[in-house]
């Protein structure tokens, strides 16, 4: 997604080889207008997989999976990574470890809001190592629903996650695919490589 | 907002005489379609305070903060309950104490994103004691920026958080005001009592 791709360029930072800063537009200050169009794209390449609900996990996945709700017309379930004093429900469960924080976390969503009827598009902002798609996954299956499609806005290829999910078969989307950070510069997968050829 | 207060007494679940729970459509499940109307609301309501950001709480703030956002052109920045180790710059702080999670958090932002040449319309989801409204309305004001008004989804009226908020001679407009959760029934604030006599 050309429109994301150079956000990242002019707004992102390069804090190491792992690490890139997108707080000023995606996870810490959001741009509304971004993630309406990031909504769009998401609703764009999902359109045939007769999507019912769109789970991700707070904080950071919630303005694009709520945008890309609005534009697919499905609700949106977000995970909890602290367990609420009013969110008193049976509830579906994994474990996901995150590197950014350094800490692990029980992710929870009520299972009267996923079940085997539905088709989950799962949304999330990053996919590094997949530690927290696996972990929503792995709940969205608990609920005998169907993984339909797993939607992220910025994917580090060089880490794991990508892989992870490929190998268990589950369609992964991710609107920019950074193949390195080596030397303070983002470096994108280029797609389409036949068509420049 | 009439299209919420049907929404909240058809869906929402009052637990105890304090407690009205709306994860179906709020804080949990989250109704993308009703947040755009939210988002319009807000919109209408602030239109005439030349508003440049909005400051909202993860996680529940999110959605209607970035819905107000979008209608009003201006971006969201969401104070975060803990910290990420990528956020590494200088930070607005408060401590705010949640009755629903009984538990305090240190809550920040970054002060790169909010400054005194800003009016800021802070948005959260509930307003109960005022705890966490305080806390956002401090932080702004740490950045020398004016809070030119407060906007709240569901305001639990026989709870102090209103009159702290009135108090300081901040404008409070709530979406929906409860002024009751007895008997296990919500009953609303009637609005313009004037025009009714």
């Given at each position: 997604m050309r429109l994301l791709e150079e956000k990242i360029s002019k707004?992102?930072?390069?804090?190491?080889?792992?690490v890139l800063k997108?707080?000023?537009?995606?996870?810490?200050?959001?741009?509304p207008q971004l993630m309406l169009e990031i909504g769009k794209e998401f609703a764009r390449i999902f359109a045939?997989?007769?999507?019912t609900k769109i789970v991700t996990i707070e904080s950071s996945g919630i303005a694009p999976a709520v945008m890309a709700g609005l534009q697919m017309n499905v609700p949106v379930i977000f995970a909890r990574k602290r367990k609420s004093l009013t969110l008193v429900d049976d509830l579906l469960t994994a474990t996901v470890y995150s590197f950014t924080k350094n800490e692990t976390n029980e992710i929870s969503i009520s299972n009267?809001?996923?079940?085997?009827?539905d088709r989950v598009l799962i949304i999330d902002d990053f996919l590094a190592n997949g530690e927290a798609a696996l972990g929503l996954v792995k709940m969205v299956q608990q609920s005998g629903a169907k993984v339909a499609g797993i939607g992220i806005v910025?994917?580090?290829?060089?880490?794991?996650g990508a892989k992870k999910l490929h190998d268990l078969g589950i369609r992964v989307e991710s609107l920019a695919r950074i193949a390195s950070l080596a030397n303070g510069e983002v470096t994108y997968i280029k797609e389409n490589v036949e068509e420049l050829i």
């Open positions: 707004d992102g930072r390069v804090l190491s080889e792992n997108v707080d000023s537009f995606l996870n810490h200050r959001i741009d045939g997989e007769e999507i009267k809001y996923v079940d085997k009827s910025i994917e580090k290829s060089f880490q794991q």
